[in-house]
């Protein structure tokens, strides 16, 4: 997802499955205008479509079970044109996924609250939602979603996955999970997912802390309203956690930016055709000159990675976590005649030092993993332990990821 509109590396269902293309970095604000005026939309001609109506009039004529779902048959026309394009991010939006969609951004849906991608023919969870049922029942980042009531999931639409997913709060979906090659059974009771994307503290030591969940489309007013609170207790430094963060909207993004960064470059758009559009911060920052760390997971995508890649290259602070998600493409939202809608990849999005993350994701300064939860329940949050070391001007080691080995 970027997206005026949408985000965050998805469809976006938020069932809140949120099956939201969490990580589209929502709609451009070039599009739909330059996208899809002059040359860039063709018009096929009759001789073209002659294929298309003769397969539709022989199954009309001939196929077996009568009468066949006219509607369905357009809906797998448009779904089967958009795979043409092998792009994940580009794709087309049932008139109910699309009203999702637009219920997510608003902050409010009814479902289990994940958002997924389609990684390969697999369900893929990039992130649960902070304080939804999927986070409360343990669904983590990289969990591959199997069953669904018994039905498989694999290799199915995300889409026609996510319908089977999200449904109304008070009733219960199971799902057979997969995390590091086991099987979970996992039930988990939908609920009405209001999403406050924006929540900060004090920490003991003097330290403000900001979690933003996601890029909705308060977000950077619900900031601006808390930061002004944090900074009149004078904090030392300021840890900005952005770890299972599916992104969101583009303007809120740069927005947001503008709290932490001096005037200069965001990022840039780069269209197919070498045109490229800078988005800059200006100088009215809350937060601009605070020391800063910015905590980074797998689970951080598209508007999360352009607000850590723009501090990271303008050397504001520091980045500690792990690898990010790598979704480096933006996308913009066109709603159909039908109330459905297609969300296309209109350009990629880089670095203000021109760096691409596309499918690599962001390199941390100093790598720090999580361990795993203890028996009793216990965690200890590693990644935060050292953001609150290193503003305190403790040496921290950082614990790069082993290589993988390459078969002989």
Do not use: C
């Amino acid at each position: 997802m970027i997206s005026r509109f949408f985000t965050g590396l998805t469809v976006a269902l938020l069932i809140v499955f949120s099956f939201l293309g969490g990580y589209v970095l929502a709609q451009s604000p070039a599009a739909p205008l330059q996208v899809f005026a002059g040359t860039a939309v063709s018009n096929p001609s009759n001789e073209q479509f002659t294929p298309f109506w003769e397969v539709w009039d022989l199954v009309h004529e001939r196929y077996l079970r009568q009468p066949v779902d006219d509607v369905a048959l357009i809906e797998g026309a448009i779904d089967g044109m958009l795979a043409t394009l092998d792009d994940p991010h580009t794709r087309y939006l049932s008139p109910e996924d699309q009203s999702a969609a637009q219920e997510s951004m608003a902050g409010e849906f009814q479902g289990i609250g994940a958002e997924v991608e389609d990684v390969e023919g697999n369900i893929t969870v990039v992130s649960p939602i902070d304080g939804s049922p999927a986070a409360a029942a343990g669904i983590q980042p990289g969990d591959i979603l199997r069953q669904a009531d018994g039905v498989e999931l694999t290799g199915m639409d995300v889409a026609e996955a996510a319908a089977l997913v999200r449904g109304p709060a008070g009733t219960t979906v199971s799902l057979v999970v997969e995390r590091d090659g086991e099987l979970l059974n996992i039930d988990i009771v939908r609920d009405v997912i209001k999403l406050a994307t924006v929540r900060g503290e004090i920490l003991e030591e003097g330290i403000a802390y900001v979690r933003l969940s996601r890029f909705g489309n308060t977000t950077d007013e619900e900031l601006a309203d808390l930061l002004p609170e944090l900074m009149a207790e004078n904090p030392s430094g300021m840890i900005l956690d952005l770890r299972r963060n599916p992104g969101g909207a583009l303007d809120t993004t740069v927005e947001i930016a503008d709290q932490f960064l001096e005037e200069g470059l965001v990022l840039v758009e780069r269209f197919g055709n070498g045109e490229e559009r800078p988005f800059e911060a200006s100088d009215e920052g809350l937060a601009e000159d605070i020391p800063l760390v910015v905590l980074v997971d797998e689970g951080s995508a598209s508007a999360s990675e352009v607000l850590a890649g723009a501090i990271q290259d303008r050397d504001r602070g520091t980045i500690i976590g792990q690898v990010s998600f790598g979704k480096g493409t933006v996308q913009t939202w066109h709603t159909l005649s039908n109330n459905g809608g297609v969300r296309v990849t209109i350009a990629e999005w880089l670095t203000p030092d021109n760096g691409s993350i596309n499918e690599v994701g962001l390199t941390p300064d100093y790598y720090i993993p999580l361990p795993e939860t203890a028996e009793n329940g216990e965690f200890e949050d590693t990644q935060l332990q050292a953001a609150i070391d290193y503003l305190q001007g403790e040496t921290i080691i950082s614990v790069p990821p082993e290589p993988e080995m390459e078969n002989e």
